[in-house]
Protein backbone atom coordinates (compact mmCIF):
# COMPACT_ATOMS: atom_id res chain seq x y z
CA UNK A 1 0.00 0.00 0.00
CA UNK A 2 1.07 3.27 -0.07
CA UNK A 3 2.33 5.35 2.62
CA UNK A 4 2.31 8.83 2.73
CA UNK A 5 5.63 10.69 2.25
CA UNK A 6 7.08 14.28 3.73
CA UNK A 7 5.10 16.25 1.42
CA UNK A 8 1.60 14.58 1.48
CA UNK A 9 1.54 14.08 5.48
CA UNK A 10 3.01 18.21 4.93
CA UNK A 11 0.00 18.73 2.49
CA UNK A 12 -2.84 17.52 4.91
CA UNK A 13 -1.62 18.72 7.67
CA UNK A 14 -1.31 21.98 6.88
CA UNK A 15 -4.77 21.76 5.20
CA UNK A 16 -6.02 20.62 8.75
CA UNK A 17 -4.56 23.85 10.60
CA UNK A 18 -6.56 26.34 7.69
CA UNK A 19 -9.83 24.67 8.04
CA UNK A 20 -9.53 24.39 12.29
CA UNK A 21 -8.80 28.51 11.51
CA UNK A 22 -11.99 28.58 8.90
CA UNK A 23 -13.80 26.77 11.21
CA UNK A 24 -13.08 29.25 14.36
CA UNK A 25 -13.93 32.42 12.28
CA UNK A 26 -17.00 30.42 11.35
CA UNK A 27 -18.58 30.12 14.76
CA UNK A 28 -16.95 33.56 15.66
CA UNK A 29 -19.24 34.93 13.21
CA UNK A 30 -16.43 36.56 11.19
CA UNK A 31 -17.45 34.80 8.18
CA UNK A 32 -20.98 34.30 6.83
CA UNK A 33 -22.08 30.69 6.17
CA UNK A 34 -22.15 31.99 2.13
CA UNK A 35 -18.58 32.42 2.70
CA UNK A 36 -18.02 29.59 5.05
CA UNK A 37 -20.18 26.64 2.66
CA UNK A 38 -17.58 26.43 0.20
CA UNK A 39 -14.73 25.86 2.33
CA UNK A 40 -16.89 23.02 4.32
CA UNK A 41 -17.64 21.55 1.05
CA UNK A 42 -13.77 21.29 0.21
CA UNK A 43 -13.13 19.37 3.18
CA UNK A 44 -16.14 17.02 2.43
CA UNK A 45 -18.16 17.95 5.29
CA UNK A 46 -21.83 18.35 4.13
CA UNK A 47 -25.28 20.00 6.12
CA UNK A 48 -27.34 16.66 5.91
CA UNK A 49 -31.29 16.75 7.33
CA UNK A 50 -29.98 16.20 10.70
CA UNK A 51 -26.84 17.00 11.36
CA UNK A 52 -23.34 17.54 9.12
CA UNK A 53 -22.48 14.63 7.42
CA UNK A 54 -18.52 14.23 6.50
CA UNK A 55 -17.33 12.36 3.70
CA UNK A 56 -13.43 11.15 3.75
CA UNK A 57 -11.91 9.93 0.84
CA UNK A 58 -10.53 6.25 0.84
CA UNK A 59 -8.04 6.66 -2.13
CA UNK A 60 -9.22 3.45 -5.00
CA UNK A 61 -11.07 1.86 -2.22
CA UNK A 62 -7.44 0.58 -0.74
CA UNK A 63 -7.40 0.86 3.47
CA UNK A 64 -5.13 -0.43 5.43
CA UNK A 65 -5.98 -1.93 8.80
CA UNK A 66 -4.94 0.62 10.80
CA UNK A 67 -6.77 3.05 9.11
CA UNK A 68 -9.80 1.06 9.51
CA UNK A 69 -9.59 1.00 13.46
CA UNK A 70 -9.28 5.23 12.58
CA UNK A 71 -12.67 4.68 10.81
CA UNK A 72 -13.77 2.95 14.06
CA UNK A 73 -12.67 5.47 16.45
CA UNK A 74 -13.98 8.32 14.38
CA UNK A 75 -17.53 6.38 14.67
CA UNK A 76 -17.23 6.01 18.72
CA UNK A 77 -15.73 9.40 19.32
CA UNK A 78 -17.00 11.58 16.51
CA UNK A 79 -20.37 9.81 15.48
CA UNK A 80 -22.72 7.45 16.58
CA UNK A 81 -20.77 4.15 16.19
CA UNK A 82 -21.07 3.37 12.97
CA UNK A 83 -20.26 4.63 8.74
CA UNK A 84 -21.89 4.09 5.60
CA UNK A 85 -19.79 2.75 2.90
CA UNK A 86 -20.46 4.51 -0.33
CA UNK A 87 -21.11 3.94 -4.21
CA UNK A 88 -17.49 5.84 -4.57
CA UNK A 89 -15.49 3.59 -2.40
CA UNK A 90 -15.82 6.16 0.30
CA UNK A 91 -17.17 6.46 3.96
CA UNK A 92 -19.54 8.90 5.44
CA UNK A 93 -20.73 9.76 8.93
CA UNK A 94 -24.05 11.20 9.63
CA UNK A 95 -23.87 12.41 12.91
CA UNK A 96 -20.60 15.32 12.90
CA UNK A 97 -20.71 18.19 15.12
CA UNK A 98 -18.83 21.51 12.93
CA UNK A 99 -17.02 22.58 16.18
CA UNK A 100 -15.63 19.24 16.38
CA UNK A 101 -14.96 18.58 12.71
CA UNK A 102 -11.13 20.73 13.35
CA UNK A 103 -10.31 17.09 15.62
CA UNK A 104 -11.60 15.00 13.87
CA UNK A 105 -9.72 15.68 10.71
CA UNK A 106 -6.54 15.91 12.80
CA UNK A 107 -7.26 12.64 14.00
CA UNK A 108 -7.76 10.90 10.17
CA UNK A 109 -4.58 12.79 9.44
CA UNK A 110 -2.40 10.67 11.83
CA UNK A 111 -3.70 7.66 9.73
CA UNK A 112 -2.75 9.26 6.08
CA UNK A 113 -6.16 10.31 6.02
CA UNK A 114 -8.59 13.00 4.95
CA UNK A 115 -11.85 14.20 3.40
CA UNK A 116 -10.48 16.57 0.95
CA UNK A 117 -11.90 16.73 -2.61
CA UNK A 118 -14.69 14.40 -1.49
CA UNK A 119 -16.95 17.55 -2.28
CA UNK A 120 -17.01 20.55 -4.69
CA UNK A 121 -16.78 20.87 -8.39
CA UNK A 122 -13.30 19.62 -8.56
CA UNK A 123 -11.53 15.55 -9.41
CA UNK A 124 -13.09 13.33 -6.59
CA UNK A 125 -11.38 10.18 -5.32
CA UNK A 126 -10.27 8.16 -7.70
CA UNK A 127 -11.91 4.73 -7.72
CA UNK A 128 -10.87 1.40 -8.77
CA UNK A 129 -11.31 -2.33 -8.72
CA UNK A 130 -11.79 -3.80 -5.38
CA UNK A 131 -9.81 -7.21 -6.32
CA UNK A 132 -6.55 -4.74 -8.17
CA UNK A 133 -3.82 -6.56 -7.54
CA UNK A 134 -4.99 -9.85 -6.59
CA UNK A 135 -7.42 -10.52 -9.67
CA UNK A 136 -6.55 -13.36 -11.89
CA UNK A 137 -8.01 -11.55 -14.61
CA UNK A 138 -5.60 -7.98 -14.39
CA UNK A 139 -2.96 -7.26 -16.91
CA UNK A 140 -1.39 -5.41 -14.34
CA UNK A 141 -2.13 -3.50 -10.23
CA UNK A 142 -4.07 -0.51 -11.63
CA UNK A 143 -3.32 1.34 -7.88
CA UNK A 144 -0.39 2.50 -8.50
CA UNK A 145 -1.94 4.52 -11.72
CA UNK A 146 -5.08 5.63 -9.25
CA UNK A 147 -2.37 6.89 -6.54
CA UNK A 148 -0.97 8.76 -9.36
CA UNK A 149 -3.86 10.32 -10.42
CA UNK A 150 -4.68 10.38 -6.94
CA UNK A 151 -0.93 12.91 -6.37
CA UNK A 152 -2.00 15.00 -9.73
CA UNK A 153 -5.15 15.74 -8.96
CA UNK A 154 -4.97 17.16 -5.77
CA UNK A 155 -5.24 20.36 -5.17
CA UNK A 156 -4.37 20.65 -9.00
CA UNK A 157 -4.80 24.39 -9.33
CA UNK A 158 -6.24 24.47 -12.86
CA UNK A 159 -9.13 21.90 -11.90
CA UNK A 160 -10.22 22.97 -8.68
CA UNK A 161 -12.85 24.74 -10.06
CA UNK A 162 -14.25 22.94 -13.24
CA UNK A 163 -17.67 23.22 -14.85
CA UNK A 164 -18.95 20.36 -12.41
CA UNK A 165 -17.55 17.63 -10.21
CA UNK A 166 -15.38 15.42 -11.98
CA UNK A 167 -14.99 10.95 -11.48
CA UNK A 168 -12.33 9.31 -12.41
CA UNK A 169 -12.12 5.31 -12.32
CA UNK A 170 -9.15 3.13 -13.09
CA UNK A 171 -9.66 -0.95 -13.68
CA UNK A 172 -6.71 -3.69 -15.07
CA UNK A 173 -9.24 -6.44 -16.66
CA UNK A 174 -11.87 -7.11 -19.20
CA UNK A 175 -14.03 -7.56 -16.64
CA UNK A 176 -15.34 -4.08 -14.90
CA UNK A 177 -15.77 -3.98 -11.68
CA UNK A 178 -15.36 -0.70 -11.01
CA UNK A 179 -18.35 0.72 -13.84
CA UNK A 180 -15.55 3.27 -15.70
CA UNK A 181 -18.02 3.32 -18.57
CA UNK A 182 -20.09 5.40 -16.14
CA UNK A 183 -17.46 7.62 -15.28
CA UNK A 184 -16.27 11.15 -16.77
CA UNK A 185 -12.79 9.44 -17.11
CA UNK A 186 -12.76 5.64 -17.18
CA UNK A 187 -9.49 4.06 -17.81
CA UNK A 188 -8.56 0.28 -18.87
CA UNK A 189 -5.38 -0.77 -18.36
CA UNK A 190 -4.14 -2.91 -21.47
CA UNK A 191 -1.44 -4.24 -23.08
CA UNK A 192 -0.68 -2.64 -26.41
CA UNK A 193 1.50 -3.23 -29.17
CA UNK A 194 4.57 -5.14 -28.19
CA UNK A 195 3.18 -5.93 -25.28
CA UNK A 196 3.88 -2.91 -23.33
CA UNK A 197 1.26 -1.44 -21.08
CA UNK A 198 -1.61 1.75 -21.42
CA UNK A 199 -4.62 2.54 -21.43
CA UNK A 200 -7.90 2.40 -22.24
CA UNK A 201 -9.70 5.46 -22.51
CA UNK A 202 -13.32 6.27 -21.99
CA UNK A 203 -14.66 9.83 -21.65
CA UNK A 204 -18.17 11.17 -20.73
CA UNK A 205 -20.26 8.25 -18.75
CA UNK A 206 -22.63 9.10 -16.14
CA UNK A 207 -25.39 8.59 -14.39
CA UNK A 208 -27.54 11.39 -12.63
CA UNK A 209 -30.73 13.80 -14.56
CA UNK A 210 -28.47 12.69 -18.30
CA UNK A 211 -27.25 8.86 -17.88
CA UNK A 212 -25.09 8.32 -20.64
CA UNK A 213 -22.60 5.72 -21.19
CA UNK A 214 -18.84 7.15 -22.02
CA UNK A 215 -17.18 6.85 -25.24
CA UNK A 216 -13.75 5.41 -26.34
CA UNK A 217 -11.46 8.02 -27.62
CA UNK A 218 -8.54 6.69 -26.93
CA UNK A 219 -7.76 3.00 -27.49
CA UNK A 220 -4.13 2.92 -26.18
CA UNK A 221 -2.33 5.55 -24.09
CA UNK A 222 0.96 4.63 -22.79
CA UNK A 223 1.44 4.44 -19.31
CA UNK A 224 4.05 7.54 -19.25
CA UNK A 225 1.57 9.30 -20.75
CA UNK A 226 -1.63 8.87 -19.40
CA UNK A 227 -1.14 11.51 -17.04
CA UNK A 228 -1.05 14.28 -19.66
CA UNK A 229 -4.03 12.79 -21.63
CA UNK A 230 -6.15 13.15 -18.68
CA UNK A 231 -4.69 16.75 -18.21
CA UNK A 232 -5.42 17.41 -22.27
CA UNK A 233 -9.23 15.65 -20.85
CA UNK A 234 -9.85 18.07 -18.50
CA UNK A 235 -8.52 21.34 -20.38
CA UNK A 236 -10.69 20.54 -23.17
CA UNK A 237 -13.66 20.35 -20.45
CA UNK A 238 -12.84 23.48 -18.21
CA UNK A 239 -12.95 25.69 -21.03
CA UNK A 240 -15.95 24.27 -22.88
CA UNK A 241 -17.78 22.92 -20.50
CA UNK A 242 -21.37 24.72 -19.52
CA UNK A 243 -21.25 27.03 -16.52
CA UNK A 244 -24.67 28.40 -16.73
CA UNK A 245 -26.65 25.82 -16.50
CA UNK A 246 -25.55 22.95 -13.77
CA UNK A 247 -27.82 20.43 -15.01
CA UNK A 248 -25.46 20.17 -18.42
CA UNK A 249 -22.50 21.10 -17.10
CA UNK A 250 -20.94 17.76 -16.74
CA UNK A 251 -18.34 16.87 -19.16
CA UNK A 252 -20.91 13.97 -20.88
CA UNK A 253 -22.93 16.81 -22.03
CA UNK A 254 -20.57 18.30 -23.84
CA UNK A 255 -18.59 15.32 -25.25
CA UNK A 256 -22.71 14.92 -26.45
CA UNK A 257 -23.28 18.07 -28.10
CA UNK A 258 -19.86 18.39 -29.27
CA UNK A 259 -19.71 14.51 -30.44
CA UNK A 260 -17.68 12.20 -29.63
CA UNK A 261 -15.65 12.97 -33.20
CA UNK A 262 -14.99 16.02 -32.35
CA UNK A 263 -14.44 15.97 -28.68
CA UNK A 264 -11.54 13.50 -29.51
CA UNK A 265 -10.34 15.54 -32.23
CA UNK A 266 -9.88 18.52 -30.07
CA UNK A 267 -8.72 16.42 -26.42
CA UNK A 268 -6.35 15.36 -29.48
CA UNK A 269 -4.95 19.17 -30.94
CA UNK A 270 -4.54 20.03 -26.78
CA UNK A 271 -2.47 17.10 -25.99
CA UNK A 272 -0.63 17.34 -29.30
CA UNK A 273 0.33 20.93 -27.58
CA UNK A 274 0.94 20.06 -24.20
CA UNK A 275 2.98 16.61 -24.86
CA UNK A 276 6.32 17.60 -25.63
CA UNK A 277 6.62 20.03 -22.78
CA UNK A 278 6.85 17.07 -20.12
CA UNK A 279 4.32 17.22 -18.14
CA UNK A 280 4.04 13.60 -17.41
CA UNK A 281 5.71 12.49 -14.30
CA UNK A 282 9.16 11.37 -14.27
CA UNK A 283 9.98 7.42 -14.33
CA UNK A 284 11.11 7.45 -11.04
CA UNK A 285 8.11 9.22 -9.75
CA UNK A 286 6.70 6.21 -11.11
CA UNK A 287 8.68 3.66 -10.23
CA UNK A 288 8.76 5.01 -6.53
CA UNK A 289 5.08 4.77 -6.44
CA UNK A 290 4.58 1.55 -7.88
CA UNK A 291 7.29 -0.16 -5.47
CA UNK A 292 4.83 0.64 -2.61
CA UNK A 293 2.45 -1.48 -4.52
CA UNK A 294 5.02 -4.86 -4.11
CA UNK A 295 3.58 -8.31 -3.82
CA UNK A 296 2.44 -9.28 -0.20
CA UNK A 297 4.57 -11.88 0.83
CA UNK A 298 3.13 -14.70 -0.42
CA UNK A 299 3.33 -17.78 1.49
CA UNK A 300 4.56 -19.70 -1.36
CA UNK A 301 3.89 -23.21 0.20
CA UNK A 302 0.44 -22.41 0.60
CA UNK A 303 -2.31 -25.07 0.21
CA UNK A 304 -4.79 -24.69 -2.66
CA UNK A 305 -7.30 -27.57 -0.87
CA UNK A 306 -10.10 -26.26 0.90
CA UNK A 307 -12.20 -28.60 3.01
CA UNK A 308 -15.64 -27.75 1.92
CA UNK A 309 -17.15 -29.47 4.89
CA UNK A 310 -19.79 -27.33 6.66
CA UNK A 311 -22.46 -26.16 4.18
CA UNK A 312 -22.50 -23.21 4.99
CA UNK A 313 -19.35 -22.26 4.34
CA UNK A 314 -19.40 -23.97 1.46
CA UNK A 315 -22.50 -21.52 0.43
CA UNK A 316 -20.29 -18.69 1.53
CA UNK A 317 -17.33 -19.96 -0.09
CA UNK A 318 -19.40 -20.22 -3.78
CA UNK A 319 -20.81 -17.09 -3.47
CA UNK A 320 -18.49 -14.83 -1.84
CA UNK A 321 -14.92 -15.84 -2.93
CA UNK A 322 -13.02 -14.98 -5.85
CA UNK A 323 -9.87 -16.60 -7.29
CA UNK A 324 -6.44 -15.28 -6.87
CA UNK A 325 -3.75 -15.05 -8.82
CA UNK A 326 -1.52 -16.44 -6.34
CA UNK A 327 -1.84 -20.19 -6.30
CA UNK A 328 -3.07 -21.05 -2.43
CA UNK A 329 -4.52 -17.76 -1.70
CA UNK A 330 -8.31 -16.72 -2.64
CA UNK A 331 -10.17 -12.92 -2.30
CA UNK A 332 -13.03 -13.07 0.29
CA UNK A 333 -16.07 -10.41 -0.05
CA UNK A 334 -17.19 -9.14 3.36
CA UNK A 335 -20.75 -8.59 2.56
CA UNK A 336 -22.49 -5.46 4.63
CA UNK A 337 -25.65 -6.73 3.53
CA UNK A 338 -27.38 -8.48 5.93
CA UNK A 339 -31.08 -9.26 5.43
CA UNK A 340 -32.78 -6.49 6.84
CA UNK A 341 -29.56 -4.43 7.57
CA UNK A 342 -29.22 -0.99 5.83
CA UNK A 343 -26.94 -1.40 2.72
CA UNK A 344 -22.79 -0.02 3.57
CA UNK A 345 -23.03 0.38 7.15
CA UNK A 346 -20.63 -1.33 9.81
CA UNK A 347 -20.42 -0.44 13.17
CA UNK A 348 -17.11 0.56 14.94
CA UNK A 349 -17.17 -3.13 16.63
CA UNK A 350 -17.56 -4.61 13.24
CA UNK A 351 -14.53 -2.42 11.68
CA UNK A 352 -12.45 -3.24 14.30
CA UNK A 353 -12.84 -6.63 13.91
CA UNK A 354 -12.46 -6.62 10.51
CA UNK A 355 -9.28 -4.69 11.10
CA UNK A 356 -8.06 -7.55 13.19
CA UNK A 357 -8.98 -9.59 10.82
CA UNK A 358 -7.21 -8.07 7.86
CA UNK A 359 -4.07 -7.88 10.05
CA UNK A 360 -4.40 -11.78 10.97
CA UNK A 361 -5.52 -13.08 7.46
CA UNK A 362 -4.33 -10.86 4.80
CA UNK A 363 -1.59 -8.53 5.02
CA UNK A 364 -3.29 -5.70 7.03
CA UNK A 365 -5.62 -4.32 3.79
CA UNK A 366 -9.42 -3.85 3.02
CA UNK A 367 -11.28 -2.74 -0.23
CA UNK A 368 -13.86 -1.14 -0.29
CA UNK A 369 -16.24 -2.40 -3.29
CA UNK A 370 -18.76 0.41 -4.82
CA UNK A 371 -21.59 -2.46 -4.22
CA UNK A 372 -21.12 -0.79 -0.44
CA UNK A 373 -19.19 -4.14 0.79
CA UNK A 374 -15.55 -4.54 1.92
CA UNK A 375 -12.72 -7.14 0.52
CA UNK A 376 -10.01 -9.00 1.82
CA UNK A 377 -8.21 -9.29 -1.40
CA UNK A 378 -5.24 -11.71 -0.37
CA UNK A 379 -6.60 -14.56 2.09
CA UNK A 380 -4.67 -18.45 2.05
CA UNK A 381 -7.44 -20.73 1.16
CA UNK A 382 -6.33 -22.81 4.37
CA UNK A 383 -7.67 -19.53 6.40
CA UNK A 384 -10.84 -18.99 4.38
CA UNK A 385 -12.60 -21.19 7.11
CA UNK A 386 -11.09 -19.74 10.17
CA UNK A 387 -12.24 -16.16 8.78
CA UNK A 388 -15.35 -17.37 7.71
CA UNK A 389 -16.02 -17.87 11.35
CA UNK A 390 -15.20 -15.07 12.61
CA UNK A 391 -17.41 -13.17 10.09
CA UNK A 392 -20.44 -15.17 10.49
CA UNK A 393 -20.41 -14.52 14.75
CA UNK A 394 -20.35 -10.26 13.48
CA UNK A 395 -23.18 -11.07 10.84
CA UNK A 396 -20.40 -10.40 8.28
CA UNK A 397 -20.86 -13.54 6.18
CA UNK A 398 -23.98 -13.25 4.58
CA UNK A 399 -23.48 -15.35 0.97
CA UNK A 400 -25.61 -12.87 -0.76
CA UNK A 401 -22.56 -11.39 -3.40
CA UNK A 402 -24.34 -10.40 -6.36
CA UNK A 403 -27.69 -11.57 -5.38
CA UNK A 404 -31.24 -10.08 -5.02
CA UNK A 405 -30.42 -8.99 -1.82
CA UNK A 406 -27.00 -7.63 -2.35
CA UNK A 407 -28.64 -4.60 -2.59
CA UNK A 408 -27.12 -0.96 -3.90
CA UNK A 409 -29.28 2.01 -1.94
CA UNK A 410 -28.09 5.26 -1.29
CA UNK A 411 -28.64 6.93 2.00
CA UNK A 412 -31.91 8.49 0.54
CA UNK A 413 -34.34 10.49 2.19
CA UNK A 414 -33.29 9.21 5.97
CA UNK A 415 -30.16 11.02 5.50
CA UNK A 416 -29.83 13.19 2.36
CA UNK A 417 -30.87 16.56 1.98
CA UNK A 418 -31.10 16.15 -1.94
CA UNK A 419 -33.27 13.24 -1.53
CA UNK A 420 -36.96 13.00 -2.29
CA UNK A 421 -37.68 9.64 -0.91
CA UNK A 422 -36.34 7.33 1.22
CA UNK A 423 -34.40 4.45 -0.11
CA UNK A 424 -32.82 2.09 2.56
CA UNK A 425 -36.43 0.74 3.36
CA UNK A 426 -37.37 -0.52 -0.06
CA UNK A 427 -33.89 -1.94 0.04
CA UNK A 428 -34.52 -3.70 3.30
CA UNK A 429 -37.99 -4.87 2.32
CA UNK A 430 -36.89 -6.51 -0.76
CA UNK A 431 -34.02 -8.24 1.05
CA UNK A 432 -36.69 -9.18 3.71
CA UNK A 433 -39.45 -10.39 0.60
CA UNK A 434 -36.64 -12.54 -0.66
CA UNK A 435 -34.43 -13.62 2.35
CA UNK A 436 -34.66 -17.25 1.83
CA UNK A 437 -31.09 -18.32 0.36
CA UNK A 438 -32.29 -21.18 -1.71
CA UNK A 439 -34.83 -18.49 -3.61
CA UNK A 440 -31.63 -15.69 -4.04
CA UNK A 441 -29.56 -18.90 -5.61
CA UNK A 442 -32.61 -19.73 -7.62
CA UNK A 443 -33.03 -16.35 -9.02
CA UNK A 444 -29.11 -16.28 -9.49
CA UNK A 445 -27.41 -13.03 -10.31
CA UNK A 446 -29.25 -10.17 -10.24
CA UNK A 447 -28.47 -6.73 -8.95
CA UNK A 448 -30.71 -4.10 -7.80
CA UNK A 449 -29.96 -0.60 -7.84
CA UNK A 450 -32.07 2.50 -5.17
CA UNK A 451 -31.83 5.57 -5.45
CA UNK A 452 -33.20 8.17 -3.52
CA UNK A 453 -33.31 11.17 -6.10
CA UNK A 454 -32.07 11.66 -9.73
CA UNK A 455 -28.67 12.48 -9.13
CA UNK A 456 -28.36 8.44 -8.66
CA UNK A 457 -25.23 7.58 -5.77
CA UNK A 458 -27.39 4.37 -5.82
CA UNK A 459 -26.62 3.68 -9.30
CA UNK A 460 -30.43 3.02 -10.18
CA UNK A 461 -29.34 3.19 -13.86
CA UNK A 462 -26.90 0.47 -13.43
CA UNK A 463 -28.74 -1.65 -11.81
CA UNK A 464 -30.68 -4.72 -13.44
CA UNK A 465 -33.27 -3.54 -11.88
CA UNK A 466 -33.36 0.15 -11.06
CA UNK A 467 -35.47 2.07 -8.23
CA UNK A 468 -35.60 5.85 -8.26
CA UNK A 469 -37.06 7.64 -5.56
CA UNK A 470 -39.66 10.30 -6.60
CA UNK A 471 -41.80 13.06 -4.99
CA UNK A 472 -45.16 13.20 -6.00
CA UNK A 473 -47.29 16.08 -4.36
CA UNK A 474 -45.63 15.60 -0.81
CA UNK A 475 -45.64 11.89 -0.92
CA UNK A 476 -42.81 9.39 -1.93
CA UNK A 477 -43.19 6.94 -5.38
CA UNK A 478 -40.81 4.66 -6.52
CA UNK A 479 -40.45 4.02 -10.26
CA UNK A 480 -39.10 0.93 -11.61
CA UNK A 481 -36.31 0.33 -14.53
CA UNK A 482 -34.60 -2.58 -15.89
CA UNK A 483 -31.68 -3.42 -17.89
CA UNK A 484 -29.10 -1.39 -16.78
CA UNK A 485 -25.75 -2.44 -16.09
CA UNK A 486 -22.13 -0.73 -14.51
CA UNK A 487 -20.20 -3.98 -15.85
CA UNK A 488 -18.19 -4.58 -19.40
CA UNK A 489 -21.66 -4.78 -21.11
CA UNK A 490 -22.51 -1.16 -19.97
CA UNK A 491 -26.61 -0.51 -20.63
CA UNK A 492 -28.77 2.19 -18.70
CA UNK A 493 -31.90 0.82 -17.59
CA UNK A 494 -34.80 1.62 -19.05
CA UNK A 495 -38.29 2.41 -17.60
CA UNK A 496 -40.48 0.32 -17.20
CA UNK A 497 -44.15 2.12 -16.88
CA UNK A 498 -46.00 4.35 -13.90
CA UNK A 499 -44.76 4.20 -10.49
CA UNK A 500 -45.41 2.85 -7.22
CA UNK A 501 -45.85 3.29 -3.72
CA UNK A 502 -43.13 2.23 -1.59
CA UNK A 503 -45.57 -1.13 -0.47
CA UNK A 504 -46.03 -1.10 -4.54
CA UNK A 505 -42.67 -1.12 -5.61
CA UNK A 506 -42.03 -4.20 -3.46
CA UNK A 507 -44.40 -6.47 -5.21
CA UNK A 508 -43.93 -4.87 -8.56
CA UNK A 509 -39.96 -5.99 -8.05
CA UNK A 510 -41.21 -9.81 -6.91
CA UNK A 511 -43.71 -9.86 -9.91
CA UNK A 512 -40.74 -9.09 -12.27
CA UNK A 513 -38.47 -11.09 -11.13
CA UNK A 514 -41.45 -14.32 -10.98
CA UNK A 515 -41.81 -13.11 -14.87
CA UNK A 516 -37.88 -13.98 -15.40
CA UNK A 517 -38.39 -16.98 -13.87
CA UNK A 518 -41.15 -18.06 -15.84
CA UNK A 519 -39.55 -16.59 -19.39
CA UNK A 520 -35.60 -17.59 -18.78
CA UNK A 521 -34.17 -20.23 -20.70
CA UNK A 522 -32.62 -21.85 -17.48
CA UNK A 523 -31.31 -21.19 -14.12
CA UNK A 524 -27.69 -20.81 -15.92
CA UNK A 525 -29.58 -17.27 -18.02
CA UNK A 526 -28.76 -14.47 -15.59
CA UNK A 527 -31.67 -11.77 -15.34
CA UNK A 528 -29.97 -9.41 -17.60
CA UNK A 529 -29.98 -11.53 -20.12
CA UNK A 530 -33.50 -12.59 -20.25
CA UNK A 531 -34.43 -9.08 -20.05
CA UNK A 532 -31.98 -8.16 -23.57
CA UNK A 533 -33.37 -11.59 -25.10
CA UNK A 534 -37.23 -10.76 -24.71
CA UNK A 535 -37.13 -6.92 -23.93
CA UNK A 536 -39.60 -5.71 -21.55
CA UNK A 537 -43.25 -6.79 -22.55
CA UNK A 538 -43.29 -9.92 -20.45
CA UNK A 539 -42.18 -7.85 -17.40
CA UNK A 540 -45.03 -5.10 -18.47
CA UNK A 541 -47.41 -7.38 -18.28
CA UNK A 542 -46.69 -9.15 -15.28
CA UNK A 543 -46.11 -5.82 -13.52
CA UNK A 544 -49.24 -3.81 -15.10
CA UNK A 545 -51.51 -6.32 -16.42
CA UNK B 1 -50.14 26.23 10.04
CA UNK B 2 -46.17 27.09 9.21
CA UNK B 3 -42.89 26.33 11.02
CA UNK B 4 -39.96 28.23 10.75
CA UNK B 5 -37.01 25.31 11.27
CA UNK B 6 -33.05 25.00 10.77
CA UNK B 7 -29.83 23.39 11.82
CA UNK B 8 -27.94 24.54 14.81
CA UNK B 9 -24.85 26.08 13.88
CA UNK B 10 -22.69 24.11 15.70
CA UNK B 11 -24.07 21.12 16.09
CA UNK B 12 -26.11 20.90 13.07
CA UNK B 13 -28.99 19.22 15.24
CA UNK B 14 -32.79 20.23 13.48
CA UNK B 15 -34.28 22.93 15.27
CA UNK B 16 -37.64 24.65 15.12
CA UNK B 17 -39.38 27.86 16.41
CA UNK B 18 -41.28 27.75 19.45
CA UNK B 19 -42.65 31.22 19.53
CA UNK B 20 -39.38 32.51 21.89
CA UNK B 21 -36.78 30.33 20.82
CA UNK B 22 -35.18 26.97 19.19
CA UNK B 23 -36.53 23.46 20.34
CA UNK B 24 -35.33 20.19 19.41
CA UNK B 25 -38.43 19.09 19.92
CA UNK B 26 -41.06 19.12 16.66
CA UNK B 27 -44.15 19.23 18.96
CA UNK B 28 -42.98 22.50 20.39
CA UNK B 29 -43.11 24.50 16.99
CA UNK B 30 -45.19 27.43 16.71
CA UNK B 31 -47.53 28.57 14.29
CA UNK B 32 -45.04 31.51 12.86
CA UNK B 33 -48.31 32.62 10.56
CA UNK B 34 -48.03 35.60 8.92
CA UNK B 35 -44.58 36.97 11.31
CA UNK B 36 -42.81 33.89 9.52
CA UNK B 37 -41.06 36.17 6.62
CA UNK B 38 -39.74 38.75 9.15
CA UNK B 39 -38.67 35.48 11.58
CA UNK B 40 -36.57 33.86 8.76
CA UNK B 41 -35.00 37.36 7.86
CA UNK B 42 -33.90 37.89 11.39
CA UNK B 43 -32.73 34.13 11.45
CA UNK B 44 -30.67 34.40 8.30
CA UNK B 45 -29.31 37.44 9.38
CA UNK B 46 -28.39 36.39 12.80
CA UNK B 47 -26.01 33.53 11.05
CA UNK B 48 -26.18 31.23 14.22
CA UNK B 49 -28.86 28.71 12.21
CA UNK B 50 -28.28 27.02 9.26
CA UNK B 51 -30.45 26.31 5.79
CA UNK B 52 -33.40 28.15 7.82
CA UNK B 53 -36.89 27.92 6.24
CA UNK B 54 -40.45 28.10 6.54
CA UNK B 55 -42.49 24.66 5.99
CA UNK B 56 -45.93 24.00 6.05
CA UNK B 57 -47.66 21.48 8.60
CA UNK B 58 -51.25 20.46 9.74
CA UNK B 59 -52.13 21.03 13.09
CA UNK B 60 -52.27 17.17 15.10
CA UNK B 61 -53.47 15.75 18.42
CA UNK B 62 -50.19 15.11 18.35
CA UNK B 63 -48.33 18.70 17.26
CA UNK B 64 -47.97 20.23 13.94
CA UNK B 65 -47.20 17.72 11.31
CA UNK B 66 -45.34 18.86 8.35
CA UNK B 67 -46.80 18.20 4.87
CA UNK B 68 -43.50 16.68 3.50
CA UNK B 69 -42.05 13.76 4.06
CA UNK B 70 -38.61 15.25 4.22
CA UNK B 71 -39.77 17.86 7.24
CA UNK B 72 -41.06 14.68 9.02
CA UNK B 73 -38.30 12.81 8.92
CA UNK B 74 -36.01 16.15 9.67
CA UNK B 75 -38.28 16.04 12.94
CA UNK B 76 -38.43 12.51 14.56
CA UNK B 77 -34.84 11.29 12.83
CA UNK B 78 -34.26 8.52 10.46
CA UNK B 79 -36.98 5.89 10.10
CA UNK B 80 -34.32 3.46 9.85
CA UNK B 81 -32.58 4.02 12.67
CA UNK B 82 -35.54 4.74 15.76
CA UNK B 83 -32.75 5.00 18.10
CA UNK B 84 -31.22 7.72 16.55
CA UNK B 85 -32.12 11.36 16.48
CA UNK B 86 -34.96 13.12 18.25
CA UNK B 87 -37.27 10.22 18.31
CA UNK B 88 -34.89 8.32 20.02
CA UNK B 89 -35.53 10.90 23.42
CA UNK B 90 -39.25 10.88 22.95
Known amino acids: MYSYDAYDQAIVDARVDEFRDQVARRLANEITEDQFKPLRLMNGLYLQLHAYMLRIAIPYGTLSAKQMRMLAYVARRYDRGYGHFTTRQNIQYNWIKLAEAPDLMADLATAEMHAIQTSGNCIRNISSDQFAGAAADEVADPRPYAELLRQWSSFHPEFSYLPRKFKIAVIASDTDRAAIQLHDIGLQLVRGPGGNLGFRVYVGGGMGRTPMIGHVVRDFIPVGQYLSYCEAILRVYNRYGRRDNIY?????????????????????????????????????????????????????????????????????????????????????????????????????????????????????????????????????????????????????????????????????????????ARSIPVAQQIAERFASLDRQHDIGELKIKVSGCINACGHHHAGHIGILGVDRKGEEAYQLSLGGSGAEDASLAKILGPGFSEAGVVDAVEKVIEAYRTVRTGPDERFLDTYRRVGDAPFKAAVYG | MRLLTGNVLETGDVVWWDGTGWSRHLHDAADVGADGEALLAATLAAERINDAALVDAAPTADGPRPRTMRE?????????????GVQADV
Open chain 1, 248 to 420: KARIKILVHELGAVEFTRQVEAEWAEMEPLGLDAPAAEYDRIRAQFAEPDYDLAASDGIDRGDPDFALWLDQNVHPHKQPGYAIATISLKPVGGIPGDATAEQMDLIADLADRYAFGEIRVTHSQNLVLAHVRKADLYSLWAALAEADLATPNLDLVTDIIACPGLDYCALAN
Open chain 2, 72 to 84: RVRGAGPSVRRDL
